[in-house]
């Protein structure tokens, strides 16, 4: 079936620096979208994005759809202490129902 | 207020004593999922539904059964609990008026199970 691979898996950072992670698929992806998990809760939708090669920013978040349609990125820039949480990709599997998620990305903030 | 409920939210039983994890959606949503959530793994879906008596296999379907009788509800039953099903739990639903590729997922807080 189809994977979503993230990386990294967990990464610690300072307050006010700049964040990048990554999602890659085995597989075509016609709608990626990146969701954020706050400790003790269910995922929150971030951005959603639809074509090929599009960038979306949400305040200081930004995320791109790969022009393979294979990858997209979350950027966080200047990072405060609330960003932390796990961050995942996700979208619907190709010709059926399924939603898939990836393997998320762990990100804590130092302050 | 628009939400996804589960019950319990925390849960310790034995192999083998059959339970039930329920979901309900007020929003009038056609899709509704299970979700698994390990460590390094990320979340896999376990069971859809798409509507009312319409579900089917997601990536990890072994070991649990869901029934969609209403709209609004899809428990998860796990007949006969092992320790490798110790796991976080999440119920989501979704419209599907504008396509599963436009819409996004609601998610409930999420049930921690723990089977000794």
């Known amino acids: 079936g189809q994977q979503l691979n993230q990386s990294p898996q967990s990464m610690f950072i300072q307050e006010g620096e700049d964040v990048s992670m990554n999602c890659t698929s085995s597989?075509?992806?016609?709608?990626w979208l990146w969701y954020k998990q706050d400790p003790g809760e269910g995922p929150v939708l971030l951005i959603a994005l639809y074509k090929a090669g599009e960038l979306t920013s949400n305040g200081r978040l930004t995320a791109q759809f790969g022009i393979t349609r294979k990858d997209s990125f979350l950027n966080i820039s200047a990072s405060i202490p609330s960003d932390v949480g796990i961050y995942f990709c996700a979208g619907p599997g190709s010709g059926t129902y399924k939603y898939i998620f990836g393997t998320g990305t762990r990100l804590k903030v130092l302050a | 207020e628009a939400q996804v409920t589960q019950n319990p939210r925390y849960l310790i039983t034995v192999t083998g004593k059959k339970l039930t994890v329920t979901c309900s959606q007020n929003?009038?949503?056609?899709?509704m999922s299970w979700y698994r959530q390990d460590p390094g793994l990320g979340l896999r879906q376990i069971y859809y539904?798409?509507?009312?008596?319409?579900?089917d296999k997601g990536d990890v379907p072994e070991g649990y059964k869901v029934s969609r009788k209403e709209k609004r509800n899809f428990p998860l039953i796990l007949e006969s609990p092992s320790p490798n099903q110790t796991s976080l739990y999440f119920c989501?639903?979704?419209?599907?008026?504008?396509?599963?590729?436009?819409?996004?997922?609601?998610f409930g807080s999420g049930t921690q199970l723990s089977v000794l």
């Open positions: 597989s075509i992806f016609n709608t």
């Open positions: 989501a639903s979704s419209p599907l008026a504008g396509g599963l590729s436009n819409e996004k997922l609601f």
């Open positions: 539904s798409m509507n009312v008596e319409v579900t």
């Open positions: 929003m009038n949503h056609e899709y």
